[in-house]
């Protein structure tokens, strides 16, 4: 008999949202149960109830994160009624990706990505992949013909640019150089 898995209660709901705020700015490669539960109200045995465990926790806030993010796709995607091209649509992601507001979101996605690479067997597990599916995603339904080897090829490359200006960024805090490399790309 196949069984469902219940809906999170509004505690687990609740202390969800407060451990993804603070995973936000502390990050999540030295999470530890004991100062995140002080921080967010809670206490560690809480946590392991609500979670399972550390890794079920992890899981969870990548869960979150990706809420996040998919949304951003969805808001892109209903914006337009036909295929916008690919150039709009990396414009609007660069410029929402590069808002000093997510810095704290793309820290994390940072962090999450290149764990899964190294740790993949872990909660990480599949995270990496999952994103480029999406971001990929979303940049083929920008596309008139997205079908053909050379708009994937296109849309990849546009994917990996702006993951490298995304990294340049974060890590120089250049805005100006990273959007000028962004444009040179598109107009490319």
């Known amino acids: 008999m196949p069984s ?26 030295d999470l530890s149960l004991r100062p995140l539960a002080a921080a967010i109200e809670s206490s560690p045995r809480v946590l392991l109830f609500l979670f399972g465990s550390k890794d079920g ?9 990706r809420v996040d993010e998919l949304e951003l796709l969805r808001q892109i995607e209903a914006r337009y009624d036909e295929p916008p091209g690919l150039t709009v649509v990396a414009r609007e992601l660069w410029t929402w990706l590069a808002e000093p507001e997510r810095r704290p979101l793309m820290k994390f996605w940072v962090e999450a990505y290149g764990r899964s690479l190294v740790a993949p067997d872990g909660p990480w597990a599949d995270y990496g992949r999952s994103t480029v599916d999406d971001w990929l995603e979303l940049l083929k339904a920008s596309q008139p013909d997205p079908g053909s080897r050379a708009a994937e090829a296109r849309r990849t490359g546009v994917l990996a640019m702006l993951r490298g200006a995304l990294i340049d960024l974060l890590a120089t805090e250049d805005l100006d150089r990273t959007t000028a490399a962004v444009e040179d790309y598109l107009r490319s």
């Open 4 to 29: 469902t898995k219940p809906a999170p209660s509004a505690r687990q709901q609740e202390l969800l949202e407060r451990a993804y705020t603070y995973s936000l700015s502390h990050g999540l490669a």
């Open 57 to 65: 926790l992890i899981r969870a806030l990548l869960a979150r994160a």
